[in-house]
């Protein structure tokens, strides 16, 4: 990669930093601190430490996050440990500044409605902040830290450690609605991160088992004007050789596949799976983890 081109990479990294902490900053005090939900993650400890001391949230997550970022250095590269340093003093800084600065009123008095748009709202805001290959801290560091040293995927040892500061909140405000209402939010915030670094399915992939292979191979090239491999699989009770179709093709042309399989071989065996990236000829490809068009650098 030329200089030119990481200088345009890192700084449209960190415009989608900027973006995403926006958003994540929004998601805390529109929805979630008014409404004393905790969704985790070294904020939620903050919220805990605000409800009880009354510290700023958004200063007490970057000094809470500081010994954190040191155990970092030993498992995260230099490049993606300063952005996420960034990343948690923009999104918290901007916490502390709509709060006590811009005194934005809460979105909603409904507590399942603030869990609900709160989620949503953190996980586009965390989403951007990972497609910019950063992160926010807390958790995440700590996932990574216990995956380093123990058998727990870091996957696991985040949710966990979530989930104990979630509930932890709940004892603490003596309101288990509160912790439900966390982890709803929880919930919600994970799945939309992973629409945002992953997308929607936009194709399905079909595998076809056929004795009339080259008559449904032909209707699909002729009617839906998509390519397909042959692959030769072995039936495990049949002990015979079989042709199996593989075909890649968008979601709206599924109906109509499995019409004219049907139509040719009413005992053709059909399996049907999501596809979240199709790299060649046909389909349009997914947006690279920091994309380059933000800006143009002449």
């Known amino acids: 990669m030329t200089q030119k081109k990481f200088i345009i990479k890192q700084i449209n990294s960190f415009i989608l930093i900027i973006i995403g902490s926006i958003f994540t900053a929004l998601s805390y005090v529109l929805f979630l601190i008014p409404q004393h939900i905790v969704p985790g993650g070294v904020t939620g400890i903050a919220m805990i430490g605000n409800r009880l001391l009354s510290t700023p949230i958004g200063i007490a ?4 996050n ?11 590269g230099k490049m993606y440990t300063v952005k996420s340093i960034v990343a948690v003093i923009i999104s918290s800084l901007m916490i502390d500044f709509a709060m006590y600065a811009l005194h934005l009123p809460k979105a ?3 507590k399942i409605l603030a869990a609900v748009y709160g989620g949503i709202m953190l996980g ?8 910019a290959q950063a992160s926010t801290g807390g958790t995440d560091i700590i996932g990574q830290i216990i995956n380093r040293y123990s058998n727990f995927s870091t996957g696991t040892a985040i949710l966990g450690v979530d989930f104990v500061i979630i509930s932890a909140a709940g004892i603490i405000f003596k309101n288990i609605e509160l912790a439900l209402y966390g982890y709803m939010t929880l919930y919600l915030s994970t799945k939309v991160i992973d629409i945002v670094l992953e997308g929607f399915s936009y194709t399905r992939a079909a595998f076809i088992i056929t004795d ?3 008559l449904i191979n032909k209707s699909i090239l002729e009617k839906l004007q998509r390519g397909v491999t042959k692959l ?4 495990g009770y049949s002990n015979q050789v079989k042709e ?4 890649v093709l968008s979601i709206r042309q599924i109906p109509e596949l499995v019409s004219l399989a049907k139509e040719i071989d009413p005992n053709a065996f059909i399996v049907i799976t999501d596809v979240y990236e199709v790299l060649g000829r046909g389909f349009h490809t997914r947006f690279s983890p920091v ?4 800006i143009n650098i002449k």
């Open 66 to 76: 500081i010994p954190l970022f040191i155990l970092a250095t030993k498992v995260q």
């Open 108 to 110: 909603t008095n409904n």
């Open 212 to 214: 009339k292979s080259q």
């Open 61 to 64: 997550t970057i000094i809470l």
């Open 244 to 247: 199996v179709l593989f075909v």
């Open 124 to 131: 586009i805001g965390l989403g951007i902040i990972f497609r």
């Open 291 to 294: 994309p380059q068009n933000i």
């Open 232 to 235: 030769q699989g072995y039936g």
